[in-house]
């Protein structure tokens, strides 16, 4: 061999020395290397501000919102109550009605508003898709669409926001009622005989 032929030997050496080093390095010859990341966990229930909302209760619906500083306008309408979200709102969502169940469970929560801004109507839209997914009716894009997302525990969420207009309701497809114990209650039975009278 000549001097250069051992010197052009060298390098060659040395190159794929540096690569070996490079790719162990870098982790091209790891196992973990060919490991995918783990796929995103999506919610399989409908929650809104902590709670479940699969047969929640009016008590502790209204508890919650008390201790967010909430507290409902006087209502006529036996059932229903209205809450103010403040001057700003929700992300512009600014308005909040619920409808309970005789047994006072939650059957609807509606939050409305007029959104102007068009980043805020995207965070909404995007704030559903990074909590529950992909919907499983209708479409989001970027924030925008008009979509429902259904759980396996009788729940549903539907928004709506494809104008300024913005709704996002949530709703107990069958919320919880006392148990029927099978007696009767004669006393009350008499006072509503009496009272037909």
């Not at 009622?177 to 005989?193: A, H, M, N, R």
Request: glycine residues 10%; contains cysteine.
């Amino acid at each position: 061999m000549t001097i250069f032929q051992d010197r052009a030997h060298f390098l060659k050496m040395m190159v794929i020395s540096f690569l070996l080093f490079f790719c162990v390095t870098s982790g091209a010859f790891n196992e973990d290397a060919g490991e995918k990341p783990e796929p995103k966990v999506y919610s399989k229930e409908a929650e809104l501000f902590g709670l479940k909302i699969n047969n929640l209760s009016q008590s502790e619906f209204e508890g919650q919102l008390k201790k967010m500083g909430l507290n409902s306008f006087p209502s006529f309408r036996k059932g229903i109550a209205s809450y103010s979200l403040g001057e700003e709102g929700i992300l512009g969502v600014r308005s909040l009605t619920v409808v309970y169940n005789k047994s006072k469970y939650i059957e609807k929560i509606v939050l409305v508003g007029v959104v102007k801004s068009n980043e805020k109507r995207k965070a909404l839209g995007s704030l559903l898709i990074n909590k529950y997914g992909a919907p499983t009716v209708g479409f989001v894009n970027q924030g925008f669409g008009m979509a429902q997302w259904l759980f396996g525990d009788g729940t549903l969420i539907e928004l709506r926001n494809t104008t300024f207009d913005v709704s996002m309701s949530y709703v107990d497809r069958s919320p919880k009622v006392p148990p029927l114990s099978g007696e009767i209650d004669v006393e009350l039975l008499q006072k509503k005989i009496q009272s037909s009278k």
